[in-house]
């Protein structure tokens, strides 16, 4: 059973920068591929990054290219989501998932475990 805990949310002012965390613990780090959504008040979970195994791959949501990078360290067994340029649009519970299968996953049910999600609040 693979355990997620994100960290480094918080508040921050628009045009700011936040560096989210995700340690995985309970299997092995490199054997998943991992992703990054986010949930805003009243809105749906949706898909923010994605990262395979190696790191080689990354795959992104129009609406954070260019702003937000995906990164891994599987000898630290985390998961990164860099944030730039934030938006109040950007506010949202951001929760980090790890998946099984290999191939890009955008969709909630491609991943097979979540963590519990940390508050990113953006003021204009």
């Known amino acids: 059973q693979v355990q997620l805990v994100e960290s480094g949310g918080g508040l921050v002012q628009a045009g700011g920068s936040l560096r989210l965390s995700c340690a995985a613990s309970g299997g092995t780090f490199s054997n998943f591929a991992m992703g990054w959504f986010r949930q805003a008040p009243g809105k749906e979970r949706e898909f923010v990054a994605y990262?395979?195994?190696?790191?080689?791959?990354?795959l992104y949501a129009d609406s954070v290219k260019g702003r937000f990078t995906i990164s891994r360290d599987n000898a630290k067994n985390t998961v990164y989501l860099h944030m730039n340029s934030l938006k109040p649009e950007d506010t949202a519970v951001y929760s980090c998932?790890?998946?099984?299968?290999?191939?890009?996953?955008?969709?909630?049910?491609?991943?097979?475990?979540w963590g519990q999600g940390t508050q990113v609040t953006v003021s204009s």
């Open positions: 990262i395979n195994w190696s790191g080689t791959s990354t």
């Open positions: 998932a790890a998946r099984r299968m290999s191939g890009a996953g955008f969709t909630l049910t491609s991943y097979d475990y």
